[in-house]
């Protein structure tokens, strides 16, 4: 496994991910019985956007930088969102485009809205990567760190003690010799095992929409939207020129069980956040 998300982190996908993600956990909050996270696929949990590997792709100043430098960004994006990012930064919001140093990633994200009582499931394989979100969390009760394939624990964590919960899958889909990722398939097989163990939880599935791949996301499509989940809400963040570009500029989530006007809300941002990363 090579994939490191320090190359990415920062760009366009995940900020249409973490916005969705903070959207659902505020949700959360509206009843006091506690929830449960599970995040599959958790990297390091904050990146350093002056790091070289980030600078190497850039896709932080195509994505978060150029976002904050809109004079209107706080108009359209959750605050909870900014306000996660300005105290990870050590600044506030209206300083957030001349100080952003760190990504918030999910885990940063999920950590803020725990309170008393709630708890997160943090996995992540790559051993180095691991390493650094063992760094970042370690000794925080409400944390649980697992170095292993976050597939497996859809089975051995569900369903949780609190009977409320969110999963964000958010797997590398990186290619196998055949140049197909098998994360396509892992992620259908591990949905139909939740839906059996946690029918009602909240489930968020990220993926990537390339040129190279369309087959193949045809049939990912057609098998998500056979899955037994009551309620099913598919939506699309598309920064391309045109349909030709190879390059990963266009992105997509199914949440399973969405909350309560998250497809209101979120049609409301997506126009205004593709203006700002034109602009």
């Not at 070289?52 to 978060?64: M, P, Q, R, W």
């Not at 624990?153 to 290619?175: C, N, Q, V, W, Y």
Request: proline content about 4%; aromatic content about 12%.
């Amino acid at each position: 496994m090579n994939y490191h998300h320090i190359y990415h982190a920062g760009n366009f996908a995940d900020i249409f991910k973490h916005i969705i993600l903070t959207i659902c956990l505020e949700k959360f909050h509206e009843k006091p019985a506690p929830f449960f996270v599970l995040d599959t696929h958790a990297g390091i949990g904050k990146y350093d956007l002056t790091d070289e590997k980030s600078l190497k792709t850039a896709e932080a100043e195509l994505g978060i930088k150029k976002l904050l430098q809109q004079k209107n960004f706080a108009d359209f994006l959750p605050e909870r969102y900014l306000r996660i990012l300005a105290k990870t930064n050590n600044c506030e919001i209206s300083e957030l485009a001349e100080k952003i140093r760190i990504y918030a990633g999910s885990p940063i994200l999920i950590k803020d809205y725990l309170r008393r009582g709630d708890r997160a499931i943090f996995a992540e394989l790559h051993r180095e990567d691991f390493i650094q979100l063992r760094r970042n969390f370690a000794g925080n009760p409400k944390f649980s760190l697992f170095n292993q394939d976050g597939f497996s624990l859809l089975k051995s964590k569900l369903p949780p003690a609190e009977k409320r919960g969110l999963i964000l899958i958010d797997p590398s889909f990186e290619k196998d010799q055949s140049k197909i990722s098998v994360d396509y398939e892992r992620i259908i097989l591990g949905l139909e095992d939740s839906y059996k163990r946690f029918a009602h939880g909240v489930y968020l599935v990220w993926y990537p929409i390339i040129k190279s791949d369309l087959e193949t996301l045809k049939n990912f499509h057609e098998k998500m939207s056979q899955l037994k989940f009551e309620k099913k809400l598919h939506l699309t963040f598309d920064l391309r020129n045109n349909e030709e570009e190879a390059k990963m500029k266009s992105c997509g989530m199914f949440v399973f069980n969405a909350p309560w006007q998250l497809e209101e809300k979120i049609k409301i941002i997506l126009p205004q956040l593709k203006n700002a990363l034109f602009a």
